[in-house]
């Protein structure tokens, strides 16, 4: 059974970072790196949002980001771990949330249970 588990959230002050993790595992059918990967993020309150998005393949592998955190996050995936990666700088309060990793370029697919961010002062 294919799955994905978050880590790496927790509660920072404004302009710190902090280092999102993403396990996938029973990727059998389909191994992990044919699939382009996604990070999602949920405020109390509000809708799903897109946050980043890699495509299938190694390395940074043309990542794309929301104009609201581009320049401050980093998306990558390790494709021999099975590993996705989140690194967000100058973090602001705004950027409060559940994040989730998801299968998908636009993060549509399979996700996983989350992990919380709270930016506060």
């Known amino acids: 059974e294919e799955q994905l588990v978050e880590s790496g959230g927790g509660l920072v002050h404004p302009g710190g970072s902090l280092k999102l993790s993403c396990t996938a595992s029973g990727f059998t059918d389909s191994p992990f790196s044919s699939y382009g990967m996604a990070w999602v993020r949920q405020a109390p309150g509000k809708g799903l949002e897109w946050v980043a998005g890699i495509n299938r393949g190694g390395g940074s592998g043309n990542p794309i980001y929301a104009a609201s955190v581009r320049g401050r996050f980093t998306i990558s995936r390790d494709n021999v771990n099975n590993m996705l990666y989140l690194q967000m700088n100058n973090l602001q309060t705004g950027d409060s949330a559940m994040y989730y990793c998801?299968?998908?370029?636009?993060?549509?697919?399979?996700r996983g249970p989350g992990t919380r961010v709270t930016v506060s002062p």
């Open positions: 998801a299968t998908g370029l636009s993060g549509s697919g399979l």
